[in-house]
């Protein structure tokens, strides 16, 4: 299965690849200098990936065991990770290291007691070529715990440019026009979108850049801190507007239904497998990963993106996501850990994955050049434009309970709103029903 967020996961916000990019040198890793100092070692590293992004990171760890001579383990934890890492502690086998994919759970983490914060050596890195915001995301009151290694891009609508050629339609830069030019491709035989339904998290998204644009950042950032209720006018404008799109048979490969039972890897094929079902895929960057790697297409030539369209003449959003590397104060290497957290804070980590594909680095000092495509350094540079008008995932600050956790509060509302879109009033009701419970909690 291959996990939300990719990262994902959260924020992937303000920043970061700056495009005067320098080279890729190593920065301060192997504790003690160099060399192989933690031979004899091994450090386990619990994640939410699955699939082309486990081979991808098994790089990144592989690269830093030539370098330390420390041996690696990782362990899948699927998406409920929270659940996952914490009966691992209280079962003693706690991981060394996890790659937290929401805020919201990296919080939690540091209110459990979890973590260790992060080494001096880390955070200098972070401070010195990292957009600050990442390292705000990263930390709980004034303590810097999580590392933002992976960042995803989750405005960009992916598209056979087959199918929008057949239908004699460009890319759209308003949601209207993106509704309508939907309309034309499911004219010429193709349904317009492929829609992740049965992975509640891809609907979060949908909302979350219809409300950021519609709505604007500082309404966005209430929303996210719970300062504004799910009942507000805000939400349930955005909610209608979403709607549109849900209830119209024509737009959705498979209708409501189809979408319900389609997770985010087969939303991708529908759009770039052997048999197209529809031409355009809303998600993150990472559908390029998903799109080479599983369906062998050419990114930029057989799959291509463009901007999450701008709503009601607002800017177009700029959402973002991300994994955080912590280290957990039970895992029974921590020396290993911390120096494996310092080797992931250099361009040089970053350049592994970033060369294997779908993979973003808020690291400034990555050299753009070390992307396998010039479809990902383009979003590289959308990511840096956006400045401080990105926005972290709404639904990744959130706690587990409400914005992480499958089958229950906004990602089975959302599920319940695309089977049922015709009461937006209602769900906003439910959702701060459930909003309230959980940031109580």
Excluded at 374 to 400: H, N, W, Y
Aim: net charge neutral; with cysteine; proline share 5%.
């Amino acid at each position: 299965m291959m996990r939300r967020r990719t990262t994902l996961l959260a924020s992937c916000t303000a920043l970061a690849l700056a495009l005067g990019a320098t080279a890729c040198g190593g920065g301060p890793v192997a504790a003690g200098g160099g060399g192989k100092s933690l031979s004899g070692q091994t450090i386990t590293v619990a994640g939410v990936w699955s699939g082309s992004e486990q081979k991808n990171f098994q790089k990144v760890l592989d690269a830093f065991t030539a370098k330390t001579g420390a041996k690696t383990q990782f362990v899948s934890t699927g998406d409920n990770v929270s659940t996952v890492v914490g009966s691992k502690i209280e079962g003693g086998n706690a991981p060394d290291v996890v790659m937290v994919p929401q805020v919201g759970v990296l919080q939690q983490f540091a209110k459990e007691g979890w973590l260790k914060p992060l080494s001096k050596t880390t955070e200098q890195s972070v401070d010195a070529n990292y957009a600050s915001v990442w390292k705000k995301y990263g930390s709980v009151g004034d303590t810097f715990y999580g590392l933002y290694f992976k960042a995803a891009h989750k405005s960009t609508v992916w598209y056979s440019p087959d199918a929008l050629d057949q239908a004699g339609v460009k890319p759209p830069t308003t949601y209207d026009a993106m509704l309508k030019a939907g309309h034309t491709v499911s004219d010429s035989g193709l349904a317009a979108f492929s829609v992740a339904g049965q992975d509640g998290w891809t609907l979060t998204d949908w909302f979350e850049n219809v409300y950021l644009s519609q709505a604007g950042p500082e309404k966005y950032d209430a929303l996210a801190a719970h300062r504004l209720k799910w009942t507000d006018p805000t939400v349930v404008k955005a909610l209608t507007t979403l709607g549109k799109l849900f209830k119209d048979k024509q737009l959705i490969a498979g209708g409501q239904k189809g979408a319900l039972n389609t997770d985010f890897p087969g939303s991708v094929e529908k759009v770039f497998g052997p048999k197209p079902e529809a031409g355009m895929v809303y998600e993150g960057d990472f559908v390029a990963g998903v799109a080479k790697d599983q369906f062998g297409k050419k990114i930029g030539q057989d799959a291509n993106f463009f901007p999450f369209p701008a709503v009601d003449g607002g800017k177009a959003p700029v959402v973002s996501g991300g994994d955080a590397a912590v280290v957990l104060k039970d895992g029974k290497n921590q020396k290993a850990a911390m120096t494996f957290l310092e080797y992931l804070a250099t361009p040089e980590a970053a350049a592994v994955w970033a060369g294997a594909g779908g993979f973003l680095s808020p690291n400034k000092k990555l050299d753009l050049a070390s992307y396998s495509d010039d479809i990902t350094r383009e979003t590289a540079k959308s990511l840096v434009a956006a400045g401080d008008s990105v926005r972290f995932d709404m639904s990744d600050q959130a706690p587990a309970a409400f914005g992480g956790t499958k089958g229950a509060g906004e990602w089975k509302i959302l599920q319940d709103f695309l089977r049922d879109p015709s009461d937006p009033k209602a769900t906003a009701a439910e959702l701060e029903k459930a909003a309230a419970k959980a940031y109580q909690g």
